[in-house]
Every structure is written in structure tokens, then in C-alpha cells.
């Protein structure tokens, strides 16, 4: 996961966006980049071209529902989305986020965003600031042994520093 | 304790473990697919990282999602599969053969007591001969390829007690629909699902599978139902020992317990576009249907065609209706060939497919065009799961599939099955 500062437009989505909307199965064959092009393509047509690199997704309850299938987090990296807000995830998603270093926020003030705003995301703190509207909410910390692979930048990285250690 | 967390707590070489605490266990199973599994990441990363997988003999392979491939990519994609299992020294590799965890139940690999992940978020349907069997990413699954181990947050249970005795042409899938009607799509998020009760205790173990098989459309973490006699037969029939049993103490505690009543149950179907919008069969029978799909993890075992079968005899697919049968193994294809059963299905108009993933993934085998409406016995509706997202999946039992099939909307089968 990126460390520092993140900032980027929301583009805000409702509850229970699933695997299959994400990213289709008929694309999983495609190479990445293909992948990422059809990201988000069942709920919004055309939304890796409308958005710029960086931008985040906003979204109600149960983001991610459906697949184990990883293609999900490659479609919205390739995409360029920046990170998920939301009110909750699916928990396949989320680690599989967590483990592939696409930040993900949960986050109980999502209605307080809106389609367009520009956003601030410090991950170190825990915090997201709404520029458009000049507020700012927390995150609610994760579990120590999480925090430890967000830190480490995923798994493969912390892996590494395991493997080396060992 | 429940016995998810008596099966953690032994993983993780505890006395004891409570809801909430993260803990590391040791992996007795892992099982990879085509379609996510070494060509996303797994097979790249464990050279990168100069690691070979910790025990061939705990891990599995496979290829059933583009089997038969459709495109050139997905025979690509098989292949590629196909040669790093055979790389890694994984004997347990199999193609052409089933969906994944159809092939994990019948060879005997998925046992009670287990702790088994795998890159396919249906792998809950191990949970039916009383494991912890969870689906995960393929991220994840390169970190137990190189440590043998897996973090996990012990899940609070959620009990659902099923009584009474489901009637004529009420199956599994019904009372597993309901359940999800009940809980909701999210709504056991992080949670494991205990399935007890009358009603479970005499299932089958072939309709047993379709109830695990779909704790991960509530959210859940794992949905289990404990071994008892009818596991051990299934483990006799097919000659494996089952090793060890767990089971929740008398005052284990639960987040919650549900109860629901398997007697007044009717045949359910579950509406798109999600698989928690189920109603009775009586408020959505006479919708036009294009396609009635029999198939996958979830419908497509011999319990399943049996049951079509016997609402098929000496009937025919309506016209401008296709029914599709996919049978979930070679096995399970081999028995329902031997019984007869898809000689009736063809018979009545049935297309008999390859066992596979296929349209259940929205792969190939069956796709729906925009403005197509299907009734499937698989387990998610979601937009463009089978194809076109103008296209529509009614999720149902096998039994009410074959009945709508034959009416070309869709039917209650209790009428086909009196008399």
C-alpha cells in the first residue's frame, strides 16, 4: 500500500458492489491492462476512461461481495483508482486489498461525501480529509498484525523481509 | 467452543481461542484454480521470491473454470496451469474433471477438522463434512504456498437450526435460499455459519455440499455442519479415513441463533439481481425464462440429477427454452450416465455439457444475450454473471429448474413429483 498523502476526486457508488461488477469474469483472460480498462464496467460503462489516475472510489456497505478472484484489485489498480472508501467490505476483498497494497478505508461518514470532491487520504494517520467541503473524518485503526502488512507495503513485500530474516 | 473455533484453536496449537482473536494455523489444504490461481501472481511472485510451495502433498490444482477453453487464452491459461503444477511436483492436479470443490469432496482431500483455503470464494463448501474452509485471493495464497501458514480472526458464530422435514420437491438449495433471504447478502460478514438442526442432520451428504457451498453469499467467513454418521458413510463409500472429528460444546456460545422451519418451507428462487432476494416459488412462478441451467459446485451432483431426471421422464423442454446440464464431475457424470439419468434429460431435450465452471462464471458454455432471462441452480444472480449484464438469473433448485424448464416460465415442481 502507498504510504504518505493520497489525493484524488471520489466517484460515489451505492451498497453491495460486487466481484462481477468490479470486474466481469469474461475479461479475467484479457492481460492487466484490459483488465483495468472494463474495471467497474457492470455499474458504470466507461469508467476507466472518465476518471483520472489517483481518484477514489466511494461506496455504501458490503464493497467487493461476491469472488475471491484478485482480478477485482487488478482492475481498479490498472484502472488508476487511488483507493476504496466504504462503509463496509466484503472480507475477501479487503484482505486481498490489504495483500496487494490497494489502500482501503472503512469508513462511517461516506454520506458526507459527494460524486466529485476532492480528497485527502493520510494513511499513517488514519485519517480522510474532504477538501470541497473542508472536513475532515477519522478511520478507525486496524489490528496490529494488519497494520504490519499495510506497513510493510503487502504481502509480498513483508514476505520478503520475512524470507531474508529467516 | 464451537467447532470453528475448537478446529482454529487446534491449527493454531492453542487450548482455547475466543471470537475476535487473530490467530496463525497451519494449512492442511490448499487448493488453486485456472482462473486464479498461478497464473495471477502466484507463479511470477514464488520465483521472484526464490521459494518453492512448503508441502506439494497439502496443495491441489485444479483447472475448471476455462475447461474446455473456449479461446485460445483460456487453453493459454490451462496450460500454463497445467505445467506449474507439474513444476511444483503437485501430484493432485486435475483438468476436464469437475468444479474444484466438487473434486476436493469426492477424492476424499477435503476431511473433518481441516483447515483448507483456496482461490475461489465457494471453498466454504468444504465446511460440509465439518472443516474451517474458507476461500481467499492468490496473494494470499503465495503466502501459504511459502509459509504453510495463515492468519485468520476467529469468526462468532452464527447457528442456524433447521427443523421439521422439508416435503416433496423442497431441496437443499431451498433451505439454503431461504437462509440467505433471512441473513442477507452481508449479513454474516466475518461470521461462521453453523447449520444444524433436524432438517440438516438428514441430508444427504450430496445436498449437505449446496448448503456450505453458499455461506459465502451471506459473507461469512465459513459455514459448517458438524461430521455424524452420514459423513462417515460418505467417507467409507469412498474409502478415505476421516481422521479427526470436532464438535460445539453443549454451552458454546453463539452471536446469535436462528431458527427456521423446513416443514412449512415452499421451493424458493432468489431474484436478480442479488442472492438474498429470495421469494416463495408462488410469487414468481409464470416469469418468462430463456435458459434453465443444472450445474456447478452448488447443482450439479447426483442428488441434483436425480431429481431433474425424475421431473423430465416422459417430458419435454418447452419450446424456445434451452436447458443446459452440467454435471459437477467426471464422476458425477459417470453415475448419472450409468443410472440412466442423462439419457432422460437429452431425451426430454436437455444439452448434456462438459463438467465445468462455465456459464455458472459467465466463461463460456452457455452465455446469455442482453434481454435473456435464465433460471440456474448455481449460487450467485449478480449483473453479467452469465453473460450479457442485460441479462437476467433467477437462482433455484435443480427441481425447480427442470419444472420451469418444461413450462418455459418458471414452476413449482411439487406437481410434477405427486402421485
Known sequence: ?166 | MTITEKILASAAGKEKVAPGEIVTVKVDLAMMTDIIGPRIEIAERLKELGARVWDPEKVVVVSDHYTPPATARQADIVKFTREWAQSQGIQRYHEYEGACHQILAEKGYIKPGMVAVGTDSHTCMGGAVGAFATGIGSTEMLGVLVTGEIWFKVPATIKVIWEGKPGAGVMAKDLILKTCGVIGHAGATYRALEFTGPAINALPMDERWCIANMAVEMGAKNGIIEADEVTAAFFQKIGVDEGKHFSSDPDAAYLQIIRLDAGQLEPQVACPPAVDQVHPIREVAGERIDQAYVGSCTGGRLNDLKAVAKILEGRKVAKNVRLLVSPASRDVYLEALKAGLLETIAAAGGVILAPTCGACVGAHSGLLAAGERCISATNRNFVGRMGSPQAEVYLASPATVAASAIEGRIADPRPYLEG
Not at chain 1, 451505492?14 to 479475467?28: E, V
Not at chain 1, 461481495?65 to 484502472?79: P, V
Open chain 1, 1 to 166: 500500500m502507498p504510504q504518505g498523502v493520497l489525493r484524488g476526486k471520489a466517484w460515489k457508488f451505492g451498497d453491495n458492489i460486487n466481484t462481477d461488477l468490479i470486474s466481469p469474469a469474461q475479461y479475467m483472460e484479457l492481460d492487466y491492462e484490459s483488465i483495468g480498462r472494463h474495471a467497474m464496467e457492470g455499474v458504470m460503462p466507461g469508467f476507466a476512461d472518465r476518471i483520472s489516475k489517483g481518484d477514489f472510489i466511494v461506496a455504501g456497505e458490503n464493497f467487493g461481495s461476491g469472488s475471491s478472484r484478485e482480478t477485482a484489485q487488478i482492475a481498479l489498480k490498472y484502472a488508476g483508482v487511488g483507493g476504496v472508501i466504504a462503509k463496509s467490505f466484503a472480507r475477501i476483498f479487503f484482505r486481498n486489498s490489504i495483500n496487494t497494497g490497494l489502500p482501503v478505508l472503512e469508513l462511517q461518514e461516506v454520506d458526507r461525501i459527494d460524486q466529485g470532491d476532492e480528497l485527502e487520504i493520510d494513511l499513517a494517520k488514519g485519517e480522510v480529509k474532504n477538501l470541497s467541503k473542508n472536513e475532515s473524518y477519522a478511520v478507525p485503526p486496524l489490528p496490529p498484525n494488519v497494520r504490519e502488512l499495510v506497513e510493510a507495503g503487502g504481502l509480498i513485500p513483508y514476505l520478503k523481509a520475512k524470507l531474508q530474516n529467516t
